[in-house]
């Protein structure tokens, strides 16, 4: 089997534009090398997504308990819905 070459012709660069082809079969970098296509890619997703959303979860939870309002809003804020400390600070709740 003939080894590829490592540029296009004179004649096809010149009428496809863009210069030549380069062969670069191995190339390691984070995100996949010049052709991504991880084997285990829909897991590697979910389990991605998986993280995220629990570190937002437990984000969102602490912001929930450390929620405080010394002065009372003048219009109802939507966090107060979820807030721990919501109807000690504000009366009006």
Known sequence: ??????????????????????YVPKVWTPTGGWWPAPAA???NTVIASGCIFLS???LFSV?????????????????QRW???AKEDDPSL
């Open 1 to 22: 089997q003939q080894a590829p070459t490592a540029f296009v012709t004179q004649e096809a660069s010149s009428t496809m534009g863009g210069g030549g082809w380069y």
């Open 41 to 43: 890619w829909k897991r």
């Open 56 to 58: 937002a979860a437990m």
């Open 63 to 79: 912001s929930a308990q450390k929620e405080r309002r010394p002065i009372p809003p003048r219009a109802h804020i939507p966090s």
């Open 83 to 85: 807030c721990k400390h």
